[in-house]
């Protein structure tokens, strides 16, 4: 069975199941974590270069592009795409703008869906005051009207951000909305919107608005609102789109259907009227032309589309997508079922026009960057996604930059402290000691040098040596220090835990290296000697002169003794060795000792065994 599905099902599923599964295991590659690294920052140093900006600001950029790439990437793009966008759009404001992350996914799939420069869409938009992030929805619409009108979205979104400055001039019918169907309808024409608003622009004041009813009346022109110079005044300041289509539906009164029935052309006899018309419209050579053969054809097809549900809207889309073949208008879709069908926009059924219909519903960008690539590419890119998820995510953290600013922040520590070694400095110590040795070799080459200059040369040599090495070594230390604290103080965090860890490690090493030098010292023990009437004479009898009970001195005797013990050490002590110290012979010795003079009261009262009965003081160390 596996011989027999060699190539086929099975080894295609096992081969998906391996890419996805090095999909997931990307994420943990070191690797591929530390090429994500390196390529988000050189592409945030990238766009610091057009900034001018300071390496203050590479967080934010670092952040925003990192998070940016997965997303784009299954979109079909990558790193390199977000950072074209983010220079394009910067430059296009001519402001160190930085885009948010989630923004850049919209800008992608906006710039590819309208196949349009994300810098011209960018710099279209905000010339009439729409912002970078509205700009993305908005051209959205324009691709989603061109789609419903069955034209071409290209062409439309190039129409409408070549002439979107005409939104400060005239007014439209939902803003950027109602300049996007003028732009389908130019399209639909085959002719540039710009002839159309620059009619517009004649016709504006009512001096325009006279003289070109009247030109009008003259050449024999029958559209009645182009013979009105007070609607046509108003439409040109107000719907510039009707004004278009009323020239569109004018141009019509000059074609005929050719013999054949294939089409349509323009009428033998009309082609130097179309000419005098265009020159008083100032529109372009030929361009009225072009206006009424599209127009007269896209009216024939309008009227062919017989069925009752079909709104003009879905009609206009039907039309548009139909081509003469055959002496007939065909369409060519995907039913429902998705099968290719060609049929006569004559032969639509109910079914058919609701496929069409729904095949131009409004899509998101996204779906619609997506769908316009092969399978194989968007399989690969949405791996790739995958793939990315978790490297983008730590180059973009505040762990990933620190981990990349680290090294700029110490190398610049560095250059800090090695700043006194000056290759200016060097080269000059050098001329100045080589004079020293030529002056002396070209004494001996004459004849009139001797040991004793050899001597005081190199004593010369050896005196700039030491003061210029001294000198410099000193500053390099100084700087060194000066260096040392201004990392302990850094933000970073890579570099707090490099310090902290090397702060504890020389500390430990410094307590195994001085474990040898440990000294404890007991001072001189201070003892609370008994007061007088508690010292007993030999006899039973008190230095009081009273007596006390059986005449003979017990043999044991509570003493308080206080004392202080100093401990000095570079290293560690434990109590368990300050205990052994107080258990020592040596000390306990010292301790009774201490007692017995404190007894006799530092001699003044001790006598002879004869007369009194030595006190033996009872020591206990715990």
């Known amino acids: 069975m596996a011989d027999e599905d060699k190539g086929g099902l099975l080894a295609g599923l096992k081969e998906a199941g391996i890419k996805i599964a090095d999909a997931f295991i990307s994420n943990i590659d070191p690797s591929q974590i530390k090429q994500a690294l390196k390529e988000v920052d050189m592409g945030a140093a990238d766009v610091l270069k057009t900034f001018g900006a300071s390496r203050d600001a590479v967080a934010a950029i670092r952040q925003n592009l990192a998070n940016a790439i997965p997303d784009v990437t299954a979109l079909g793009g990558d ?22 992350s989630d923004a850049f996914k919209d800008m992608y799939a906006s710039s590819k869906a309208s196949n349009q420069e994300m810098s011209n869409i960018t710099k279209s938009f905000k010339d009439v005051g729409i912002s970078v992030y509205d700009a993305t929805k908005q051209i959205g619409d324009v691709v989603n009207i061109a789609r419903a009108s069955g034209v071409n979205a290209e062409k439309v979104s190039f129409q409408v951000l070549t002439n979107m400055e005409a939104l400060n001039k005239y007014n439209f019918e939902g803003g950027v909305q109602g300049l996007a169907k003028m732009a389908a309808q130019a399209t639909t024409l085959r002719i540039d919107m710009k002839s159309s608003l620059d009619f517009a622009e004649k016709v504006f004041d009512p001096e325009g608005a006279i003289n070109m009813a009247a030109a009008m009346q003259r050449l024999g022109v029958a559209q009645g609102d182009l013979l009105d110079p007070l609607r046509m005044m108003d439409l040109a300041q107000n719907d510039p789109g009707e004004l278009q289509n009323q020239i569109a539906k004018m141009s019509q009164q000059f074609t005929q259907l050719k013999k054949d029935g294939t089409g349509f052309e323009i009428m033998p006899g009309a082609k130097r009227q179309m000419r005098e018309i265009e020159k008083e419209m100032g529109l372009p050579l030929g361009q009225l032309s072009k206006m009424a053969l599209a127009s007269a054809d896209l009216d024939d097809k309008m009227k062919k589309i017989k069925f009752p549900t079909a709104t003009d809207e879905q009609k206009t889309m039907i039309a548009n997508m139909a081509e003469m073949k055959g002496g007939q208008y065909v369409v060519n879709f995907t039913d429902k079922e998705g099968k290719a069908q060609e049929k006569a926009v004559s032969e639509l059924s109910k079914d058919d026009i609701a496929q069409l219909a729904e095949a131009s519903k409004p899509k998101t960008m996204e779906e619609l960057t997506k769908g316009q690539l092969d399978t194989q590419t968007l399989m690969l ?99 060194a220090k000066k260096s040392t604290s201004e990392l302990g103080n850094s933000q970073n965090q890579v570099i707090k835990l490099l310090s902290t860890g090397l702060g504890t490690l020389s500390n430990q090493m410094k307590g195994m290296s001085s474990t040898k030098t440990q000294e404890v010292k007991v001072k001189d023990f201070v003892i609370q000697t008994l007061p007088e009437d508690k010292l007993v004479m030999a006899g039973g009898t008190n230095l009081d002169g009273n007596k006390s009970g059986s005449g003979s001195m017990s043999s044991k005797m509570d003493i308080t003794i206080k004392h202080e013990v100093n401990v000095n050490s570079t290293g560690n002590i434990d109590k368990e060795q300050v205990a052994e110290l107080f258990r020592s012979k040596d000390f306990t010795d010292k301790v009774a000792e201490a007692s017995r003079m404190a007894i006799h009261n530092g001699g003044l009262t001790g006598g002879s065994p004869s007369k009194q009965k030595e006190m033996n003081p009872h020591i206990k160390t715990v």
């Open 79 to 100: 790193l390199g795409s977000i950072i074209g966008m983010q220079k394009d759009i910067s430059d296009a404001l001519g402001k160190n703008v930085v885009i948010s």
């Open 381 to 479: 890119k949405q791996l790739e996604s995958i793939s990315k998820i978790l490297p983008s995510a730590i180059a973009g953290s505040r762990i990933g930059k620190d981990m990349t600013e680290a090294p700029r922040e110490i190398m610049g520590t560095l250059g800090k402290v090695v700043k006194p070694i000056t290759s200016k400095g060097i080269t000059k110590g050098i001329d100045k000691n080589s004079d020293i040795a030529f002056d002396v070799l070209n004494k001996f080459a004459k004849g009139a040098g001797n040991m004793s200059d050899v001597s005081e040369s190199l004593s010369k040599i050896g005196s700039n040596l030491k003061d210029s090495f001294g000198s410099t070594f000193t500053e390099v230390m100084t700087n």
